[in-house]
């Protein structure tokens, strides 16, 4: 069975700083990993994703991620935080076969502070 | 990008009514859609899985007799609640795989049974 773990409900940073979103996940196999995030009362938008090749993906809004594959992590990351970028962060993941659902992690609530 | 449209976004109903939710990839066509639930504050739970031409696929302890899930053509999902009651308030959001494995979300439905 496949799950993902985001570990803090929250997260607070300051603005300018450096922010990381942590997420574990357990996949059979090899998994394909994204990220979305969800604004209130809205549906939920794609960030980046890592199905092959290299190890750290770089998405929208200037957020990375890194697929390590020892510590079956993605962590979502970006140097320098906006007010803006307050908003839920899910972190999801399929296995690389078959048309199989994403599985999501509990949310991770980002608050960025001025 | 792809887009994934989702009607209503929001709706009011009284217990004992029917409401319906449509879901329509506007420019790919979506030969399986995903329909997820979000209790507030908490993460995506995974319905059923709805593919074209052919009954859907519903999770674990979802009623598939309460939640009809209807994929008639390759761009149109529909969800129906059907005798909708107060606990079934809640925010309903479909999503349609794309060429590129990412899922495209819609905007979402919530729903408020009173």
């Known amino acids: 069975a496949q799950s993902v773990a985001q570990p803090e409900d929250q997260v607070n940073v300051a603005e300018g700083n450096p922010l990381t979103v942590k997420c574990t996940y357990s996949v059979s196999g090899n998994p394909y990993l994204f990220w979305y995030v969800q604004y209130p009362n809205r549906g939920l938008q794609f960030l980046l994703k890592?199905?092959?090749?290299?190890?750290l993906v770089k998405g929208s809004y200037g957020f990375e991620a890194e697929f390590n594959k020892s510590q079956t992590s993605f962590h979502l990351k970006k140097p320098s935080a906006l007010v803006s970028d307050s908003a839920l962060y899910f972190c999801?993941?399929?296995?690389?076969?078959?048309?199989?659902?994403?599985?999501f992690g509990k949310g991770t609530r980002l608050s960025v502070i001025a | 990008g792809a887009v994934v449209s989702q009607h209503p976004s929001r709706v009011i109903c009284k217990s004992g009514t029917s409401v319906k939710i449509e879901c329509r990839s506007l420019d790919f066509q979506a030969t399986t859609m995903f329909w997820y639930r979000q209790f507030p504050k908490k993460s995506l739970m995974l319905m059923a899985t709805?593919?074209?031409?052919?009954?859907?696929?519903?999770e674990q302890g979802v009623e598939k007799d309460k939640f009809l899930i209807n994929h008639a053509s390759l761009t149109l999902s529909t969800l129906t609640v059907t005798s909708a009651h107060p606990e079934d308030s809640s925010f309903y959001i479909c999503?349609?795989?794309?060429?590129?494995?990412?899922?495209?979300f819609g905007e979402g439905s919530r729903l408020t049974v009173l």
């Open positions: 890592y199905i092959t090749g290299d190890n």
């Open positions: 709805s593919n074209e031409g052919s009954k859907a696929t519903y």
């Open positions: 999801a993941v399929r296995r690389n076969s078959g048309n199989t659902p994403l599985v």
């Open positions: 999503s349609a795989r794309g060429l590129s494995e990412e899922l495209f």
